[in-house]
């Protein structure tokens, strides 16, 4: 028997030690409950390396449309350094929710850059650029900036 549990446990010690999640930081803001305004930019500041950059977006079942328009910009030393748009599909054509997760929430991430260089003064703004002020049913936006391993 002890050899079994010595065994199990050096190959959950070898998983594990596989398992590098130090290349990747994921950051999340939570959303009010009344909604997010339009004029609600939401700033990040990932940790500095060159990587692949993803949006991520935790919604619920409320939220009344099929897609999330945002603006995503570079930030650094107080310029804009770039800006672009990125529209996330959330459903399909059949009103079927394209996230996963479970119950009446969904989580959906998209890549929207396969490199980019992030310093110590960068930092990613998010907001929404929807037809209307205030969006609701969105829970949390997050960024994910997966580091090129050297």
């Not at 199990?8 to 009344?34: M, Q, R, V, Y």
């Not at 004029?39 to 079942?61: C, Q, W």
């Not at 907001?127 to 391993?149: E, F």
């Given at each position: 028997?002890?050899?079994?549990?010595?065994?199990?446990?050096?190959?959950?010690?070898?998983?594990?030690?596989?398992?590098?999640?130090?290349?990747?930081?994921?950051?999340?803001?939570?959303?009010?409950?009344?909604?997010?305004?339009?004029?609600?930019?939401?700033?990040?500041?990932?940790?500095?390396?060159?990587?692949?950059?993803?949006?991520?977006?935790?919604?619920?079942?409320?939220?009344?449309?099929?897609?999330?328009?945002?603006?995503?910009?570079?930030?650094?030393?107080?310029?804009?350094?770039?800006?672009?748009?990125?529209n996330l599909t959330?459903?399909?054509?059949?009103?079927?929710?394209?996230?996963?997760?479970?119950?009446?929430?969904?989580?959906?991430?998209?890549?929207?850059?396969?490199?980019?260089t992030i310093d110590?003064?960068?930092?990613?703004?998010?907001?929404?650029?929807?037809?209307?002020?205030?969006?609701?049913?969105?829970?949390?936006?997050?960024?994910?900036?997966?580091?090129?391993?050297?």
């Open positions: 028997m002890k050899h079994h549990l010595s065994l199990l446990l050096t190959a959950i010690t070898i998983i594990l030690a596989g398992c590098d999640t130090s290349g990747e930081d994921t950051l999340f803001t939570n959303l009010p409950d009344d909604g997010w305004a339009y004029t609600d930019a939401l700033s990040f500041s990932p940790r500095p390396g060159k990587g692949e950059l993803s949006i991520a977006v935790r919604h619920d079942a409320s939220y009344p449309y099929s897609n999330l328009w945002l603006e995503v910009a570079v930030v650094s030393g107080g310029k804009n350094i770039s800006t672009d748009t990125v959330l459903c399909d054509p059949y009103g079927h929710w394209l996230g996963k997760g479970f119950g009446g929430s969904y989580q959906i991430e998209v890549p929207v850059a396969p490199s980019v110590s003064l960068t930092t990613l703004r998010v907001r929404h650029i929807m037809r209307c002020d205030t969006i609701r049913g969105i829970d949390q936006v997050g960024i994910s900036h997966r580091l090129t391993r050297i």
